[in-house]
């Protein structure tokens, strides 16, 4: 990874992160609110390399815990799981395609939660967690994979694919 | 004839201007009084007279907006300027004022509680969609630290959970892992109040025996150490039993409205070390 595309990467997290937690909670409720940062995970699973993207991905789902819940590391281990998999297929599928982008990001959107909800149902004690993240699943997904949609008409997306 | 031909003109130039004299003379007893050449004229003219004049005004309209329209547009745009200034003016007055009103009545809280508060502002939500936590502009650098009480004008918030010099999380009482013990004010039963979905809370741990009824408002006990006694949590919504169990169900809609919150107030008391 050169020095731009780290830069727009910091810049694209920074952005997400303030974005999620302070502006679109404004606008939208609770399952309607975008996970940009699993967006950006995401993509470097498509088209970063292994070294550079599996790191980022755990820290990426580290930054993510941060500012959710009471449980440091859930979503670190959740975007490393859905990092190592996607990997271990994006050299097999068309990876510049952007249909295949953001059915990637609806797949690993029902990935994540289902990875969330085992894993808070085996160590924690919040069994009502299940109603509020079930009921949410729906529109949680169709709200990432339109949001990755939009990230997928951005001008600079193909360019910026070359970069990373 | 020679004299004739010679003082001519002044003999006629002068005749007319005797007869003309003589014209204005006679019409002056009668100066109030159109005579016939006067009638005759106005007649003839009347019915010309009008259309030209409403054209003549259409056109003098249209003259005199053409001149005025020269500055109408930087008096427009001039105009607009302040009415953004304004209607700018207008919404920071509101903004105050309601602001002025939500800080009156925290004060008004910040007042009934005994220990010290700091009163902070909410600067973020959780980015998850299914725990209910905020970050607020404090820290440990204000002496916050994880296990104090965070409560509203209205009532209970919940709970710092995660601290960082400058900012800290609250755990609200609507997520999943919130507890905090309660009592129903009118008949003091006792029970735990949780995180529910939808932004309600159950209150758990309520013997079917005890008398709940909707409608019903819940405070804070004080058991536990972590909110001080009597500190408004919510309304019983609903309340079920069922024919088996120990317990009843009973849900609560929260006094503060989590989600329009924007200053909340930290009791300064307990905490974890």
Redesign the interface.
């Known amino acids: 990874m050169n020095k731009r595309a780290a830069l727009l990467l910091a810049g694209a997290v920074v952005l997400s992160v303030v974005l999620q937690a302070a502006v679109l909670p404004v606008f939208f409720t609770p399952p309607f609110k975008p996970d940009l940062l699993l967006i950006i995970m995401v993509y470097l699973a498509l088209h970063g390399s292994v070294e550079n993207g599996a790191p980022l991905a755990w820290l990426l789902g580290l930054l993510k815990d941060v500012f959710s819940g009471l449980y440091l590391g859930l979503n670190s281990f959740t975007f490393l799981i859905i990092f190592i998999v996607i990997k271990g297929i994006a050299n097999r599928v068309y990876a510049e395609s952007s249909f295949l982008f953001v059915f990637t990001v609806a797949v690993a959107t029902a990935a994540a939660i289902t990875c969330n909800l085992l894993l808070l149902l085996m160590f924690t004690q919040t069994p009502g967690i299940i109603y509020s993240i079930t009921s949410g699943f729906i529109p949680h997904l169709l709200t990432n994979a339109f949001a990755a949609s939009l990230v997928a008409l951005l001008p600079g997306f193909s360019r910026a694919q070359e970069v990373a | 004839m020679e004299l004739l031909k010679k003082y001519g003109f002044f003999l006629l130039a002068g005749g007319v201007a005797f007869v003309a004299l003589l014209f204005f003379t006679l019409n002056i007893p009668n100066n109030r009084e159109a005579n016939f050449i006067e009638r005759g004229a106005l007649m003839v003219f009347a019915p010309v007279m009008k259309p030209v004049a409403r054209t003549s005004g259409f056109f003098e309209d249209v003259w005199d907006g053409y001149i005025s329209l020269v500055n109408v547009r930087q008096e427009n745009v001039k105009l607009r300027d302040e009415i953004k200034s304004l209607n700018a003016r207008v919404v920071t007055g509101n903004e105050f004022q309601q602001a002025n009103q939500r800080l009156t009545r925290l004060l008004d809280m910040k007042n009934a509680i005994e220990p010290p508060t700091l009163a902070a502002s909410v600067?973020?939500?959780?980015?998850?969609?299914?725990?209910r936590?905020m970050?607020i502009d404090r820290g440990s650098a204000s002496g916050i630290r994880e296990g104090m009480a965070v409560v509203a004008a209205d009532g209970v918030v919940g709970q710092i959970?995660?601290v960082a010099p400058s900012t800290a999380r609250v755990?609200l009482l609507t997520?999943?892992?919130s507890g905090i013990a309660a009592t129903i004010e009118r008949s003091r039963a006792r029970g735990v109040v949780?995180?529910?979905?939808a932004g309600l809370c159950?209150m758990e741990f309520t013997t079917r025996e005890e008398d709940v009824k909707v409608g019903d408002m819940l405070v804070t006990s004080g058991i536990g150490g972590v909110f001080i006694k009597g500190l408004p949590i919510g309304e019983v919504t609903m309340v079920k039993r069922g024919e088996y169990g120990i317990f009843q169900t009973i849900t609560i809609r929260p006094s503060v409205n989590l989600d329009h919150l924007e200053e909340v107030l930290v009791v300064l008391r307990g905490g974890y070390e």
Do not use: C, P
Request: proline share 0%.
């Open positions: 600067v973020g939500e959780d980015v998850t969609s299914w725990f936590t970050i959970v995660k755990l997520d999943h892992a949780k995180g529910k979905d159950s």
